[in-house]
């Protein structure tokens, strides 16, 4: 059966208020600000320790890449001059940013026109679907579909915490000389999410600084400015160490969603919920939304025309059954 592809929404009109728009930016071009080249290795979620069942339940199984060239010189000078320009307007959300990160953004292509237009550059989204194995698009949640992490002022703090992530697929792109700082390793866990909270005593998007075995711990090596990968977030156990002395050290964050209409995206839209980002449940009810609308074209497009009225109401059940319960979910903790 052919799999039937969705595009991603496009960012809504408008921005919330918080967020302060660049000005005089330049305009993205891929031919002079990608340097796309493929990583010399790629590890499955089966190299991570996942069970056949587990990795066939998810819509690719791809675990991570090892750094893989990204920006140009040319791109990574203007990415780290725009995130520098984006620093003053950092997020003071309360839930993830107060538990696990330092210093970040949310929802840069709100702030930034060229980190949307490369978000939605079509020659990285192909690359990065030919990696994961399966079609990738930019977030349906245009908070999440580009953040940057800074580094803390206090570097006592990680800068990010061991975790899992609230989406599937993401990138991790680095715009500083790793030369130029001590410390602040992005490093795995040899092993699957269920193992390493278990052995930290953590869930999901709950970070801790407490170390894990260090012989089932690796360091992602970066050449240099402007490396990243991608992994499947949601599966790898992860985290950003400390800084052993103040330094600047950026990273861009790009999310994205799974385009293939009968693949599980993975978003976790109940997580995401308690984040205080500006209109974050707007933006979850789209993605909702976008979401049915995939589904409901599935049972347009398959449900047999002699099936059973137990069939046909199972199935158009199943079809809203995410958005009603996010709809319920809001009704429920509205006050009023």
């Known amino acids: 059966m052919s799999t039937s592809l969705r595009t991603t929404p496009n960012f809504p009109q408008g921005k919330p208020d918080e967020y302060i728009c660049l000005k005089d930016e330049p305009a993205f071009d891929a031919t002079r600000h990608l340097a796309l080249t493929k990583p010399e290795s790629v590890f499955s979620l089966d190299d991570l320790g996942y069970k056949e069942e587990e990795v066939h339940a998810c819509p690719s199984s791809l675990a991570l890449t090892s750094a893989f060239r990204i920006f140009s010189d040319e791109g990574v000078a203007v990415m780290q001059e725009l995130a520098m320009r984006m620093k003053s307007n950092r997020n003071q959300a ?39 194995g399966v079609r990738l698009g930019r977030h349906s949640v245009p908070a999440v579909a580009c953040g940057i992490n800074y580094a803390p002022e206090d570097i006592t703090r990680a800068i990010d915490t061991w975790h899992v992530d609230s989406v599937s697929f993401d990138s991790v792109i680095l715009l500083n000389d790793p030369t130029t700082f001590e410390g602040g390793e992005f490093q795995y866990f040899h ?47 992860h985290r950003a160490c400390r800084l052993l002395a103040y330094a600047e050290r950026t990273t861009l964050l790009p999310s994205f969603v799974v385009l293939e209409a009968d693949k599980d995206d993975g978003t976790n839209v109940a997580v995401m919920s308690k984040w205080a980002d500006p209109g974050m449940l707007a933006e979850l009810a789209r993605h909702e939304a976008w979401q049915t609308c995939g589904r409901l074209q599935r049972l347009i497009d398959s449900l047999p025309l002699d099936a059973s009225p137990k069939i046909i109401a199972a199935e158009t059940e199943a079809a809203i059954a995410d958005i009603s319960c996010y709809a319920a979910q809001l009704r429920s903790e509205s006050p009023h």
């Not at 953004?105 to 030919?130: N, T």
């Open 94 to 132: 309360a839930a993830t940013g107060a538990n696990r990160l330092g210093s970040y953004i949310r929802g840069a292509g709100y702030r930034s026109q060229f980190v949307r237009d490369f978000c939605d550059c079509p020659e990285w989204l192909d690359f990065l679907s030919e990696l994961a």
């Open 191 to 237: 092993g699957t999410k269920a193992e390493g909270e278990a052995l930290l005593g953590v869930s999901g998007e709950t970070g801790t600084q407490s170390g894990l075995p260090v012989e089932r711990v690796s360091s992602m090596n970066f050449p240099a400015a402007g490396y990243g990968f991608i992994q499947q977030g949601n599966m790898v156990f």
